[in-house]
């Protein structure tokens, strides 16, 4: 068995935007990590301020770390392709540029490498960080994902923000770039039904930071025209109760009350839990 085979090259790719410090803490995450061949393609999206981060790599020397700066901006979905596409490594995950991973997130990946053969991707358990001040990850909550099936999937994105997978298989799906809302969603939806469905690892090897109590939908007509396309390019392969999740879901993000004629027709054991923690301000 050659190194290659033994030490894969794995891909990074991060998108930013005007976050230069989160940027740089992100990184530093990354170079922390116990496994060491990896690239990081970082595209910064034509940030106003930029100089701190692009000094940081430049300083770092580091031949694995490229910084790339757009002279326009083209979307997150848009820059994420544009690293995607320049990897070069067997395997490829992505980390958000404000988030951060604990030092054994992609040896921990490694472990499960086999699994890739009959499963789309990989993913695992999070960290979650509300700005406290910790000293390990593992003193933060832990925010667990739920075990995989395919009817929950098609309610919901159980899967979180980052998966590890193949490169060549990233490549294929790619982000979709008209979508202005769940786009992890939908790049993550389209791999199970290509490539079957994905495996869970239990271990936490990611901590995401967040400035709010819980992870919740934002309103905005532009998330909710976002999630409507969503919905109308994957609600064929939907059956009847993850149809009503997901017209529930879209309410809640438009943030327009029902009729009593479309709330008896959503109704479901489960958007009726939803519904009281609605009211209650859950």
């Not at 990896?38 to 790599?57: K, P, R």
């Not at 358990?125 to 994902?145: A, F, H, I, M, R």
């Amino acid at each position: 068995m050659n190194n290659t085979t033994l030490r894969p090259l794995i891909s990074i790719y991060m998108p930013t935007w005007n976050r230069q410090q989160l940027a740089i803490r992100a990184i530093k995450s990354v170079l922390r990590q116990d496994f060491a061949n990896w690239e990081m393609i970082i595209v910064d999206d034509c940030s106003s301020s930029f100089e701190q981060l692009q000094l940081f790599v430049e300083e770092l020397n580091d031949q694995r770390v490229r910084y790339i700066r757009n002279d326009y901006n083209s979307g997150a979905c848009a820059v994420r392709n544009q690293a995607i596409r320049q990897a070069t490594g067997k395997f490829i995950t992505g980390i958000d540029d404000d988030d951060e991973w604990t030092p054994n997130r992609l040896s921990v990946f490694l472990e499960h490498k086999h699994q890739l053969v009959t499963h789309a991707f990989l993913y695992a358990n999070d960290y979650v960080c509300e700005g406290q001040v910790y000293s390990q990850p593992t003193s933060l909550p832990l925010y667990p994902k739920s075990p995989y099936s395919l009817r929950l999937f098609f309610k919901r994105n159980i899967i979180g923000n980052q998966v590890f997978t193949f490169a060549d298989r990233f490549k294929t799906c790619l982000f979709d770039t008209q979508l202005a809302a769940a786009q992890d969603y939908d790049i993550f939806l389209r791999m199970v039904v290509e490539y079957g469905q994905p495996w869970k690892v239990e271990e936490a090897t990611q901590i995401l930071h967040i400035n709010h109590g819980e992870m919740q939908i934002t309103k905005s007509p532009k998330k909710f025209a976002g999630y409507f396309h969503f919905y109308r390019k994957h609600k064929d392969k939907f059956d009847r109760g993850s149809k009503k999740y997901q017209l529930f879901t879209l309410y809640q993000i438009r943030n327009k009350r029902m009729s009593l004629r479309t709330l008896m027709a959503l109704l479901t054991v489960r958007n009726t839990k939803r519904l009281a923690d609605g009211l209650r301000g859950k």
